[in-house]
């Protein structure tokens, strides 16, 4: 503990920091509703020694001074560093201290006020962020009633000076045995009713207290062992710097670019083997669609107690796991973002695989990018944290250029396998020419034929899902959109819906022209249901699997699809980018990209970036065995630097094209970006409301004289959502912490308006 955070939650005073005068102790209490506070208690002397920070406590609120749960997130006194912002005079007094112990330690209350003050999100909602539900409502436990015999009853009963019946003494022989009893189980145990045990409550002669017990305990499943392999030159390097930091306890940010298949998770094993070795824990974050029964295998061959935190555990697993974690029955710690908070006691390494990953940030409030949660953690305690990435962020990757990280490069594949080679099929001269084949070029068909006659397998990406993706009238050109958003409605079969991918909203098929009538309304662009059905038309005995949100509904269909990829039971397997990140399948002898521009042409500055980095993650998934592989990516624009620079695997040239762009807008990583996103279901008040607000912004940075850039307000790319319109707000700032400035000042000058919400988006990820 530093010297600052000894004091911080040092609850006695320090005897040379008081004086009589100066004798209070006061509880600051964060709320996760409005009004979140914190507000600062006075505390009551009998509540003195149980109170302390990270307990919920009950307070009076406002006016009528209502009950209010909260969380205690500082004690103060005199001595305290913030104790000048504290009116001893003026408080109202705790009412209840409701937890006997912290339900968050020093560690992870320290994180929570670093999220709330980077994010600008209150405190007491990051608390409720990081603390799983089932850990507050202690899911998967029970109070229960023990017994006891009180202080010196056995020698008095031994020396006969008590009157009690024989079943009585039957009842205080057996608790005399030692044991937990509940009165249920005495009375079994004895053979007796519950009224000699009653009697002896009564009399003072047992003692009952209540205990908080698991209901059900779970098990840690655990695989059969398997032995490390053999690392190459390059892993052996990358692991001894990483091993070099876990040993001498320091903080260093690694930033490990390893192409697909160089091998990053063996080196992550190996180097937690090391923390294990010196009895600490570590968390390896992975998006969550990476938390594959392939990964889990992964470590826990390696590793006795591996919890594997994903989205499908209930509240009581989840408590169970976090209780676990906490007391260090854990030495890996393996899930999505919010595995950032697990409890470690004696945190060693963090790893984030696929650090590149727009998954790792949280699209609702706090909205935090796990990255920088890990790395403001990882510094604080004093670990090593390891990025992986075949692609990394550019954030991160400029990081390294800097050397505020340090780069590790695995550059080569394991076993000297090469890369596969990439081609491109230019999808305009296939449109120009007579053969027009759907959604499958002539050149993609053959290979497929091909690669399956090898006894290959194949992964095809399409990164749109449903059947047909626009619903459109030849007559008059209207294309069916949401009627609660700016979006066009997907056709899907199943059904014979329209859907929108963005609220869920779903009408029948339309036969006509909402718009003109006509009935000759029309489907086009294709989606991965259409694609299901053209490979299966054109591959009729081949077995086929669909992967994507529609198919992957239900807890474990992901696993069982892969699994029967992996025994080759399925030969072809398609769908969206949930396909094409870490999966590791030797047999895989081609991949192909159906249309790799379908997000190239976002209004979003990543969106370069985005596709760079879906088309080489997926053509990793190529090659990956003996027999090599290959990749074909269907494209109307070949010559687009990142579609040129995804076909030949180069990472290093796609930063060196895309970083002078960022650069001469300032934008990410060349300064930092806030987003203010403004909705209501007026269109009108939506606007005024922008302009406020950028007014606001501007007139805040000018009064605060820091440099930032107020971009906007404008209708945001997605102008309509859900029924409400939408306006944003861009922020850029070359100075870090400005923007949080500038925001906090603006926001005590914004007229909140009840017909219009905002929310702020510090590093926003979507732009849309
Ligand atoms: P990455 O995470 O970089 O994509 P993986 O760690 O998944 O790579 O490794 C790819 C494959 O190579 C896995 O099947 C893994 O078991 C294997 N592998 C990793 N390191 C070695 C090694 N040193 N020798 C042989 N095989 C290895
Ligand atoms: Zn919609
Ligand atoms: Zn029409």
């Known amino acids: 503990m530093s010297q600052d955070q000894q004091q911080l939650f040092d609850t006695e005073p ?22 979140y506070g914190p507000y600062d208690y006075e505390i009551p002397s009998p509540l003195e020694s149980e109170i302390q920070a990270g307990v919920r406590v009950e307070v009076p609120l406002g006016r009528g001074n209502r009950h209010l749960k909260g969380y205690c997130v500082a004690v103060i006194n005199a001595g305290h560093p913030d104790a000048a912002s504290v009116n001893p005079r003026k408080l109202k007094p705790v009412r209840r201290v409701l937890d006997r112990k912290p339900i968050i330690g020093w560690r992870l209350l320290e994180l929570a006020k670093w999220i709330s003050e980077y994010y600008l999100c209150p405190l007491g909602t990051v608390i409720e962020t990081i603390v799983p539900p089932g850990v507050r409502d202690n899911a998967g436990t029970r109070e229960i009633l023990f017994l006891a015999l009180a202080e010196g009853v056995m020698e008095r009963l031994l020396r006969d000076e008590l009157k ?35 009697t002896l409550r009564r009399k003072g002669l047992i003692l009952a207290s209540t205990r908080r017990i698991q209901t059900r305990t779970h098990e840690i499943p655990t695989e059969d062992r398997t032995a490390n392999l053999e690392l190459n030159a390059d892993q052996q390097f990358v692991l001894n710097e990483i091993v070099a930091m876990v040993e001498s306890n320091t903080h260093q940010s690694f930033l490990m670019h390893g192409i697909t298949g160089s091998g990053k998770t ?44 994903h989205s499908h555990l209930t509240a009581a697993q989840r408590a169970w796991h976090w209780q676990q974690i906490s007391e260090g029955n854990v030495q890996v710690v393996i899930g999505a973002r919010s595995a950032v908070f697990a409890p470690t006691p004696h945190l060693g390494l963090i790893v984030l695989d696929e650090e590149h990953d727009g998954s790792f940030k949280q699209d609702k409030a706090p909205r935090y990018h796990a990255r920088d949660v890990a790395r403001w953690r990882a510094e604080k305690e004093s670990v090593p944290l390891v990025l992986g990435s075949a692609t990394p962020s550019l954030e991160s990757w400029a990081r390294a250029e800097q050397g505020t990280d340090r780069l590790l490069s695995l550059p080569n594949r394991v ?18 020419g007579r053969k027009r084949t759907g959604p499958i070029s002539q050149k993609l068909r053959q290979e497929i034929r091909a690669a399956i006659n090898d006894g290959g397998q194949v992964i095809l990406l399409l990164n749109r899902r449903g059947f047909s993706t626009r619903i459109q009238c030849p007559a008059c050109g209207h294309v069916e959109h949401c009627p609660d958003c700016s979006i066009p409605m997907t056709h899907h079969l199943d059904g014979n819906k329209a859907i929108c991918h963005y609220c869920d909203h779903q009408i029948p098929e339309p036969n006509r022209c909402s718009d003109c009538g006509s009935p000759a309304i029309k489907f086009w662009g ?20 669909r992967m994507d949100t529609d198919t992957m509904k239900k807890p474990g269909s992901h696993e069982k699809a892969l699994t029967a990829f992996r025994e080759g039971k399925t030969r072809i397997l398609l ?170 000042h603006a926001k005590s000058t914004i007229k909140s308006h009840d017909d219009v919400q905002w929310i702020v988006d510090i590093d926003p990820q979507d732009m849309l």
């Open 14 to 35: 320090q005897p040379w920091q008081l004086d009589d005068m100066d004798d209070w102790v006061a509880a600051r209490v964060a709320f996760s509703e409005a009004p």
């Open 164 to 198: 009690i019946s024989p079943k009585q003494r039957l009842v205080m022989m057996q608790l005399a045995q030692g044991g937990d009893w509940t009165p249920r189980e005495l009375a079994e145990t004895v053979g007796c009713t519950q009224a000699p045990i009653s």
């Open 266 to 309: 063996e080196v992550y094993i190996r180097a937690i083997q090391k923390v294990v070795e010196f009895g600490r824990q570590a968390i390896v974050l992975v998006p969550e669609i990476s938390l594959t029964p392939q990964t889990r295998q992964r470590f826990r061959a390696r590793f006795d107690r591996v919890a594997v935190l």
């Open 415 to 432: 076993l000297d396998l090469p890369l596969p080679d990439v081609a491109t099929i230019d999808l305009r001269i296939d449109f120009g």
């Open 526 to 545: 294709v989606g991965t249901q259409k694609l299901e059905r053209e490979v299966q038309a054109a591959f009729p005995d081949v077995p086929i699997t």
């Open 575 to 744: 769908g969206t980018q949930m396909i094409a990140k870490g999966l590791d399948f030797p047999n895989v002898t081609l991949v192909g990209v159906i249309n790799a521009d379908s997000a190239l042409h976002f209004p979003d500055f990543r969106a370069t970036e985005r596709t760079f980095g879906l088309v080489t993650q997926v053509a990793g998934r190529s090659g990956r065995g003996e027999r090599g592989g290959r990749v074909l990516v269907q494209t109307f624009s070949p010559d687009a630097p990142a579609i040129v620079a995804a076909t030949r695997h180069d990472y290093i040239g796609f930063a060196k094209g895309e970083l002078p762009n960022r650069k001469e807008y300032h934008y990410p990583p060349f300064g930092f970006m806030a987003r203010i996103v403004i909705r209501g279901e007026s269109s009108t008040k939506a606007d005024q409301m922008s302009e406020h607000i950028a007014d606001a912004l501007t007139a805040a940075a000018k009064t605060l004289e820091l440099p930032v850039d107020v971009l906007g307000p404008a209708p945001a790319p997605v102008e309509k959502l859900r029924g409400k319109f939408r306006f944003h707000i861009q922020l850029l700032s070359p100075q870090a912490g400005a923007l949080q400035a500038v925001v906090t």
